[in-house]
């Protein structure tokens, strides 16, 4: 079945530092997916998205790479800041599937440290 | 632009009850989708409205039930409530349209549940 999972649950690193969190997918029909950060008590905020006809997307301080070879996606933060402290969700969403059903990974808890 | 609105923020029931949780789209969004977010489970979707119409449902009991109106605004119901409801209810609104898998959900800040 379906599903989307991250490598890690936590990450921790240091203000200006890069940060990479890394997702798995399974469904190698999937042809979206993009990235969420949930603050706490807050909900999930859009970070980036990419389709699976790209293998690459930038945004600000964003990257987010796609190698569908491994069916792994990557989120890349540029120059971290304490601002990043975040869990971070990736999601997909499957081929030909309308609508708004997306499937989250169990997410990556970013720490950041001044 | 007001963002997703979701009331209550918070609510206490017991075993059995039942509970709506209502959600406000931004204006304009005429999809509205609601997920529910447990720490085991993580965000899990329980289905989307567009144009007053379920558009998809997951994998959830029948006790999961929602609406939405013609203004766009919807309602999720649960009934019979168990311990395993508690939770923090997740509403998001898009501007997606017709068969469009793509475009950004704006989420609201949530409903969180605690069934005792």
């Known amino acids: 079945g379906e599903s989307v999972g991250l490598h890690l649950p936590t990450l921790s690193v240091q203000e200006g530092d890069n940060s990479i969190i890394n997702c798995a997918y399974s469904n190698s029909a999937s042809d979206y997916f993009i990235w969420y950060k949930q603050e706490s008590g807050k909900g999930p905020q859009f970070i980036i998205d990419i389709r699976s006809n790209m293998d690459k997307r930038q945004g600000q301080r964003v990257t987010v790479l796609l190698n569908k070879t491994v069916k792994h996606l990557s989120l890349q933060i540029a120059a971290t800041q304490p601002g990043d402290s975040a869990v971070y969700f990736c999601a997909e969403m499957g081929s030909g599937q309308a609508g708004t059903a997306l499937i989250f990974g169990k997410g990556t808890t970013l720490s950041v440290s001044s | 632009k007001a963002g997703v609105t979701q009331t209550p923020r918070y609510l206490i029931k017991t075993r059995g009850q039942q509970v709506t949780l209502s959600c406000s789209p931004i204006?304009?969004?005429?999809?509205v989708s609601w997920y529910q977010q447990t720490p085991g489970q993580g965000l899990q979707f329980l289905f989307e409205y567009f144009s007053e119409t379920q558009r998809n449902k997951g994998n959830f009991p029948g006790r999961f039930s929602g609406r939405q109106f013609s203004n766009s605004r919807s309602e999720m119901n649960v009934s019979t409530l168990e311990l395993g409801d508690s939770a923090l209810y997740l509403c998001a609104s898009s501007h997606r349209t017709g068969k469009s898998n793509t475009g950004e959900l704006f989420f609201g800040e949530g409903s969180r549940l605690t069934v005792l």
């Open positions: 204006s304009g969004h005429r999809s």
